[in-house]
């Protein structure tokens, strides 16, 4: 090998590990956000998930606080913030900063319609004295469950406990002793092949959800929309939030023709949806970006809100007036005289 | 005295080391290096107009009016250009001069006369041609990911990035073996590569049945970290009509086994065939 062939290899090859190098810093400082393209299998607290569950959801809340589209839509609404401070000085949990992602689960014992909240696991960086102190304040007792924690606000309402450092579970207060009691079975919904198989296909977006139609419907849809969809067993969506957002759904039919039949279906609405929207081009703009494709039993939308259609949403919504609350009138001392 | 036959004088390694050794050089500064580099070079140059677009506050490229973020145009560039367009390209030009050269060149002879055995040459000129072509192309990935891509976004692309490298690595791999030994087997290899390249591999992708098994990019397009772009009618056909893509296990496997046969066969030919010179 000549001098110039090794020095020709030298220089490629260093391109290359600086560069990869670099990449793997910058990765590192940022989080690797998109690790699960190497063989994701869902956030770890999912081995506090049942494996019964029925839907099952993931939220990156850093992301999507730090997102642009965030930003855009809390300028846009000034008083969406009230909620947040006022959450903020009763737990001393800031939700831009202290919590990195949720996971939401129902399974067959805490269904929605129920009344019953979803069971959310949160991580993040909590401040567990006063969080317990508020709830026990508000009336909450503290019970001792296989050795965790447990505060109980309300037994159908809300329990809390702190699986981990760092690692909450929120809901209802069965729904909370169940995942202690999962995951120290191992029978997590890391288990459910059909619900894993979902999550490892999308669990790399900023938010995902994965659900039996059903389950996510709860048999609200009206008689007259449910009759006109085909058979539909599993829902999966998943989205990228930063300037803009872009989503993907997709829906797993019972069978190859209901896939087809469901495909015609989203076709017309698209159809529909143009022709109604002619006068706004930025949701011509958004429906031009719908991309609808099928392969076998499944059905995927793909869409992108880009930023320019989340500025003239934001514009739309400040356009709108306000409800005014006008102020009462005063009480008449006495019934006017007729 | 007779001479021991040349399989027994040397190891098969170190006679493949040997001919690595001697082909790298030889590959690196021929005349095909000038034409790997342009090839090469040209998203280079278009991932550097492109930061410089929009450093001045242009988008460098807009759909349908709407501004095309720069990881989807990374994606685009690895699919468009280097997929589809140089890794076959090159995987061709080189893959099938690797033997077929030596014998436009009548200089097989010295070759298959040292004391190596003949399927290390193969072997040999093969692993070159990889070292060669990957040092080339995955660099030229890496330049133009940093051009393109904000250090903003490096945290969500970067695995895909890492994922795009090992394809394309795989894809000069599977290529390169597949040419050797349509080099090694074959009068005039280049113009069957081409039409396997760009007559082959594009036609029976675009049909339905069973016959785009019979093609590398099959197999190369699952693995492939980013959305298939379908900008005109033909990616539209190629990707939303007639795609069942194959698992990604399938296709590694398969690459995997294309690899493996294509070098066995191609050493076998090598061994076998009685290479006449033209006067």
């Given amino acids: 090998m000549t001098k110039r062939t090794r020095l020709f290899l030298a220089v490629a090859s260093g391109i290359l590990v600086v560069g990869l190098g670099s990449g793997l810093v910058a990765a590192y400082v940022g989080g690797f956000q998109n690790l699960t393209l190497i063989g994701g299998d869902g956030p770890a607290e999912l081995a506090y998930v049942p494996a019964d569950s029925r839907i099952v959801a993931y939220a990156d809340i850093r992301d999507v606080m730090g997102s642009e589209v965030r930003r855009k839509l809390s300028a846009f609404d000034q008083g969406a913030n009230d909620g947040a401070s006022k959450f903020k000085e009763q737990t001393g949990i800031d939700l831009e900063t202290d919590i990195d992602y949720v996971v939401a689960s129902t399974s067959g014992m805490s269904e929605p319609e129920q009344g019953k909240p979803p069971l959310v696991l949160a991580k993040g960086r909590f401040d567990e004295v006063r969080i317990e102190g508020l709830i026990r304040d508000q009336g909450g007792v503290v019970e001792d469950y296989k050795g965790a924690r447990l505060i109980v606000a309300d037994e159908r309402k809300l329990a809390l406990v702190f699986l981990e450092p760092g690692l909450v579970a929120i809901g209802a207060a069965d729904a909370v002793r169940q995942s202690i009691d999962t995951k120290a079975a191992g029978s997590s919904v890391k288990g459910n092949d059909e619900v894993m198989r979902l999550v490892r296909d999308i669990d790399d977006g900023d938010a995902w959800v994965v659900a039996r139609f059903d389950a996510l419907t709860g048999g609200r849809l009206p008689d007259a929309v449910a009759s006109q969809l085909p058979p539909i067993n599993w829902l999966s969506a998943r989205g990228f939030i930063n300037s803009g957002v872009e989503g993907q759904l997709r829906v797993e039919t019972r069978d190859e023709t209901s896939a087809k039949n469901l495909q015609d279906v989203v076709r017309g609405f698209m159809a529909l949806g143009r022709l109604q929207t002619g006068q706004h081009p930025e949701i011509v703009e958004f429906l031009n970006s719908v991309q609808l494709s099928g392969d076998g039993k499944t059905v995927s939308l793909s869409f992108s809100l880009p930023p320019e259609m989340i500025d003239a949403l934001g514009a739309l919504r400040a356009q709108r007036p306000r409800p005014r609350t006008t102020p009462a009138a005063p009480k008449p001392d006495a019934a006017p005289a007729l | ?279």
Wanted: contains cysteine; hydrophobic residues 55%; positive net charge.
């Fill in chain 2, 1 to 279: 005295m007779t001479a021991p036959p040349p399989a027994q004088s040397t190891s098969f390694v170190t006679g493949a080391w040997r001919v690595f050794g001697m082909s790298i050089g030889e590959m690196l500064w021929s005349r095909r290096t000038i034409f790997m580099a342009l090839v090469v070079g040209s998203p280079v140059l278009v991932a550097l107009v492109a930061r410089i677009v929009q450093s001045a506050g242009i988008a460098p490229l807009r759909v349908n009016g709407v501004q095309v973020d720069a990881v989807s145009m990374f994606g685009a560039m690895i699919w468009i250009l280097f997929l589809s367009f140089i890794v076959p390209v090159l995987g061709v030009f080189y893959g099938t001069s690797l033997i077929a050269d030596e014998v436009d060149d009548k200089t097989i002879t010295y070759l298959f006369t040292r004391p190596v055995r003949r399927g290390a040459v193969v072997v040999g000129k093969y692993m070159a041609y990889l070292l060669c072509t990957a040092l080339v192309v995955l660099p030229s990935v890496m330049i133009v990911y940093f051009l393109m891509v904000p250090f903003g976004q490096i945290p969500a692309s970067f695995i895909s990035l890492v994922v795009d490298l090992g394809v394309l690595g795989l894809g000069l791999a599977a290529y390169g073996a597949l040419f050797a030994l349509v080099g090694a087997a074959l009068r005039r290899p280049l113009i069957i590569g081409l039409v396997f390249v760009f007559g082959w591999e594009l036609v029976t992708l675009l049909l339905p049945g069973y016959l785009k098994r019979l093609t590398l990019a099959y197999y190369l397009q699952p693995l492939v970290p980013h959305a298939m772009p379908t900008g005109d009618t033909v990616s539209l056909l190629q990707g939303a009509l007639f795609r069942e893509p194959p698992s990604v296990a399938m296709s590694l496997g398969c690459l995997a086994l294309a690899i493996v046969a294509s070098l066995v066969l191609a050493v076998r030919v090598a061994e076998k065939r009685e290479y006449i010179l033209e006067q």
